[in-house]
């Protein structure tokens, strides 16, 4: 039997919330995304989800508790090896990996190259880790006048191919995109390809576009989506979410240039009748603030979409439950521009959860499919304990 109809997940992409027991291994000591934000920006408040219970999950947040929070609340670690979008995103919806995804801090190997080059038939630019921004306006020029796509790394597991949409045109890029995705598997399996299209007149005078596409590994094992699927559910996924999963399970989905797109495709989903699961990513805190370690961007962009939650809170039907957690963290004071391995929170509202619920540290982030998996009656997923005690059938 259903505890309710609709599930809404809704992702801050690397909203952390302190350094987990083993981030040294990471390099990530003393790590804390929300709580660095909330000390080094003064005045810094988020009202709406402060009324859920967010600054009740931790001294670590560094936002004021209240008496009275509308929402259960809590923190999850990540069990799975790893602190990048694929491996949190996984384990959300159910699969937990013992092994990290391969990275590749020198570049990738010259016979993957090679083999690629010639399944193209093009040269290619870079090789190495680098901000996407920084080497498209290193190699940009070079890449205009010769066509060669621009190759290149970073700390996650990525593959990244950059191509002017004029240059290269977009279905060329999703193509050869494709081919890599194909090649980066078995030794060289790396968690996602990702097309980096931009536009400009030269000189440096370069930007990303919104067509970005991430050519994601299929999961391993059925995911609370596609146990959702299988049970006849529509699953709509906003922003990268489709592309995160391969399209396992989804049904419907839309893409989205910014955080504000994605609340707004979020609610129209919202608006739409069906039951099932809405999914959305908000990319914007990691893609453009915390990469990039910008702490005042960062901050204002919580705060904007704090100042849409209450919409988000409004659409809701009285047999749906809204799940609000994160993927990772991105510390922007810490060093460097990678992800970082901390907490995340956990907020689950709607009128089946009784407010105010203190769950503690859940042990994975799984713990969020199995729960889902419970109130929407699907078969349990592989991984994660459903937190029951949260649950509220009478009221619904």
């Known amino acids: 039997m259903n505890v309710i109809n609709r599930a809404i997940l809704l992702v801050l992409d690397s909203v952390g919330i302190g350094a987990l027991p083993d981030a040294a291994d990471f390099g990530d000591t003393g790590t804390n995304t ?168 030269g000189n440096g005078n370069y930007s990303r576009t919104a067509a970005r596409r991430d050519f994601s590994l299929m999961p391993p094992q059925p995911t609370i989506f596609s146990l959702a699927a299988q049970a006849g559910m529509r699953v709509k996924a906003v922003g990268k979410m489709n592309d995160i999963y391969a399209g396992d399970g989804i049904s419907d989905y839309v893409k989205t240039k910014n955080n504000m797109e994605g609340v707004d495709r979020t609610l129209d989903y919202l608006a739409e009748p069906e039951g099932g699961i809405i999914l959305t990513n908000l990319v914007d805190f990691d893609m453009l603030y915390g990469h990039r370690r910008d702490v005042e961007g960062y901050a204002n962009c919580l705060r904007e979409f704090d100042a849409r939650l209450p919409e988000i809170l409004a659409a809701l039907r009285p047999d749906d439950v809204l799940i609000i957690t994160a993927d990772h963290g991105n510390d922007p004071t810490h060093t460097g521009s990678d992800h970082t391995r901390e907490h995340v929170p956990l907020l689950v509202y709607g009128d089946a959860v009784p407010a105010g619920v203190d769950f503690g540290t859940r042990e994975t982030f799984a713990d969020i499919a199995a729960t889902m998996a419970s109130m929407l009656g699907l078969p349990a997923t592989a991984f994660g304990t459903p937190i029951l005690p949260i649950l509220n059938p009478s009221r619904v």
């Open 34 to 201: 929300l709580g660095h934000i909330a000390q080094r920006i003064p005045g810094f408040r988020l009202p709406h989800l402060e009324a859920l219970g967010l600054g009740n999950i931790s001294p670590e947040v560094y936002l004021p508790p209240v008496d009275q929070p509308t929402a259960a609340f809590g923190r999850l670690r990540e069990r799975s090896l790893g602190k990048d979008t694929t491996t949190g995103h996984w384990e959300i919806a159910g699969q937990v990996i013992a092994e990290p995804f391969r990275t590749f801090p020198d570049g990738f190997p010259p016979d993957l190259m090679q083999t690629f080059e010639d399944r193209i038939g093009r040269g290619t630019l870079g090789n190495k880790p680098a901000s996407g921004t920084v080497i498209i306006e290193e190699l940009g020029d070079e890449h205009v006048a010769t066509g060669k796509p621009i190759i290149y790394t970073s700390a996650d597991s990525v593959f990244q191919i950059a191509a002017h949409e004029e240059v290269i045109p977009l279905d060329e890029l999703y193509r050869i995109c494709e081919i890599a995705r194909e090649l980066c598997s078995g030794p060289y399996a790396v968690g996602r390809v990702i097309a980096r299209p931009f536009i400009g007149t």
